[in-house]
């Protein structure tokens, strides 16, 4: 249930951006991925992820750009949720650069 919604999150989240930034389909994107994210990984680690001190930063532009998309201004949401983003993620960011260089090595797809 939670990868659904959260892959729902993100078809709704890319379809408000390529529609010129519709606000509704924004903000249901958001609902759609933060509460697949609390199915993927509970409502204690989320908690416990979003609210640590060195992330209080990131997790305030993330949910007041969240709530900026709810009260119809959707660029601006937009930005600062992408800015809160960056900053909460910021360190899964070399994982995930390391993974993608990794599939360079497998035999199938470094031919492709």
């Known amino acids: 249930i939670g990868v659904g919604l959260v892959g729902f999150g993100l078809f709704f989240l890319l379809f408000g951006v390529l ?27 989320t908690f416990t992820f979003f609210f640590q001190r060195p992330k209080l930063k990131g997790t305030s532009f993330f949910f007041g750009g969240l709530v900026v998309v709810l009260m119809r201004w959707p660029i601006l949401g937009m930005l600062l949720e992408a800015y809160g983003f960056i900053s909460l993620f910021r360190s899964f960011f070399p994982v995930a650069f390391g993974f993608l260089g990794s599939l360079a090595n497998i035999p199938l797809l470094s031919q492709v």
Request: aromatic share 22%; no cysteine.
């Open 19 to 45: 529609l010129y930034f519709d606000s509704v389909l924004l903000a249901f994107g958001n609902l759609l991925f933060l509460s697949g994210l609390v199915f993927i990984i509970g409502f204690r680690r």
